[in-house]
């Protein structure tokens, strides 16, 4: 019986994220997720509590792996060079996302619409992501392994990176001819992302180290 709601359950949310990614969260109808997971219409009122509660679980489920893979990567800091723990955890963030990048593309597209629920988001995931990037980027120029750059407009910059794969999938296909669902892109995209770092954040006597592993 447990398995069986467990099935259910996972049916409802595969179902819901593939309509999301096609139409949209506006754009899809409760009737429509139950027919695509084959199961009753009831079901994801009693899961869910209803399409906004599904998109809250989906949201929620995936910042609670993204924070967790920055956590995983700060708590292995201790005394590395800092260039070091940020290459590890800009890999650790492209791989998380390509691993959900269904779910990051819905995700994505839906924090663009001001909403209680994409606010209170803000106020929690969002703002422990710049946290962690924050505290590494102050701490890299205050050990010289950094320029002084503008940390807001350069964690700007490094979002629009990394989100730009999974929320603009189709222009990366059809106009770039890039593949973003194979497996080399995310080796190959931090390998170009490690390199803007070097760039335009390390100095040239700390250069970041390429981090594909």
């Known amino acids: 019986m447990l398995k069986e709601k467990v099935e259910t359950k996972e049916r409802v949310l595969d179902a819901a994220v593939s309509l999301f990614q ?3 969260f506006n754009g899809t109808s409760v009737r429509e997720i139950a027919k695509k997971a084959g199961v009753n219409v009831a079901n994801i009122s ?15 489920k995936f910042f609670e792996g993204y924070i967790k893979e920055m956590d995983k990567v700060w708590r292995s800091f201790q005394n590395r060079p800092v260039r070091e723990c940020f290459g590890q955890m800009l890999f650790h963030l492209m ?35 710049k946290y962690y990037l924050k505290m590494l980027l102050e701490l890299g120029m ?20 990394m989100t730009m794969p999974y929320l603009h999938q189709q222009y990366a296909a059809e106009v770039l001819h890039v593949l973003t669902h194979e497996e080399y892109f995310v080796t190959k ?10 760039e335009h954040i390390c100095l040239p006597c700390a250069p970041l180290q390429l981090v594909v592993k």
């Open 189 to 198: 995209y931090t390998s170009e992302l490690q390199q803007w770092i070097n």
């Open 142 to 161: 205050k050990r010289k392994e950094f320029r002084h750059v503008s940390i807001s407009f350069t964690i700007m910059q490094l979002k629009g990176m």
């Open 22 to 24: 096609i139409k949209g």
């Open 46 to 60: 009693y899961y869910f509590d209803g399409k906004e509660g599904l998109l809250e679980y989906i949201v929620t």
């Open 95 to 129: 791989k998380y996302q390509h691993k959900h990048r269904e779910v990051a593309r819905v995700i994505y597209r839906e924090l663009s619409v001001d909403t209680t629920f994409v606010r209170e988001i803000m106020s929690t995931y969002l703002t422990k992501e």
